[in-house]
């Protein structure tokens, strides 16, 4: 099933002021399983409002969202149970103080599953299963979520939508604020979790050098439109980067100069620093 799009628009009224046209007539589908996507575009291009879309907490104003068999239309549909179709997408924002809110961070983590029914014994162990798989050990369950660093809490909140087991999962700029060794081992954490369980992964992101090496799917958006649907290394030799306001990844920008400074036979579109260094290396010495 996933998620599809069929001709999606979105746009914000201001009254009087006028309106802002958020998306444009969006046609796109997400598998259910097995997907690592980066949602990519220019501050304001629509990636947030589009991903709201995803689990049902903004609505089309025209075109239809369909989750997981369930049609979402500018119309609210008293059949649905919108709660229930976020429990199939699980939505992570951008800052965790907007998802933690309990006094520990075992209640935050239960909160989610025990809002879907679960029992307190099942939630409880939820909440160890998932502090366990964002790389976190039990003795976190116990402390104030507000006195943990911002990349702890990331995790805590991450941790707090796997409990409720989604199928699908989107991170709304999940790396932001962290230091180059934070965001990889972030990114390496949710392909380990994107693996071991074979759910779809949707992370919006500004990070070319992330979506290069992580991603296996990008989707991008521009002033609203979606421009560019495919894999990662057709993105990087397309014309229109500069257009879309996206910039090259630096292990590809790095190699063109030197390629062409020192007239280097090697190939830039090389992912990580390693594989960029070994090019070197071979153009170096041939």
Not at 178 to 205: A, H, N, S
Request: charged letters at 25%; one cysteine or more.
């Amino acid at each position: 099933m996933g998620i599809q799009f069929r001709k999606v628009s979105h746009e914000y009224s201001f009254g009087q002021k006028g309106f802002f046209q958020a998306i444009n007539n969006i046609t796109l589908s997400i598998e259910e399983k097995n997907e690592f996507i980066c949602l990519v575009g220019h501050t304001g291009s629509g990636k947030s409002t589009l991903a709201q879309h995803m689990n049902a907490l903004a609505f089309p104003t025209s075109g239809e969202v369909e989750i997981f068999g369930s049609i979402v239309s500018s119309k609210r549909n008293k059949k649905i149970h919108y709660n229930d179709l976020r429990k199939h997408v699980g939505l992570v924002f951008q800052f965790p103080e907007y998802q933690l809110f309990e006094e520990t961070v075992e209640k935050d983590i239960m909160f989610g599953p025990m809002n879907f029914k679960v029992s307190l014994e099942d939630a409880k162990t939820e909440a160890l299963k998932a502090i366990k798989q964002v790389g976190l050990n039990e003795t976190y369950l116990k402390r104030n979520p507000f006195n943990l660093s911002g990349g702890e809490k990331k995790r805590v909140s991450i941790a707090g939508i796997l409990a409720m087991n989604p199928d699908i999962l989107v991170l709304d700029e999940p790396t932001s604020g962290l230091d180059p060794q934070g965001k990889r081992q972030l990114m390496d954490l949710f392909k380990q979790i994107q693996e071991d369980t074979l759910k779809t992964i949707v992370i919006i992101t500004h990070d070319m050098d992330l979506v290069y090496e992580y991603a296996n799917r990008v989707i991008v958006l521009n002033d609203g439109d979606l421009v560019y649907d495919g894999n990662e290394e057709d993105l990087f030799h397309k014309e229109e980067l500069a257009s879309w306001s996206l910039n090259v990844p630096s292990t590809i920008r790095v190699l063109q100069r030197l390629k062409t400074q020192f007239n280097l036979d090697i190939n830039p579109f090389q992912k990580t620093v390693e594989q960029a260094s070994l090019e070197l290396k071979r153009g170096m010495n041939r």
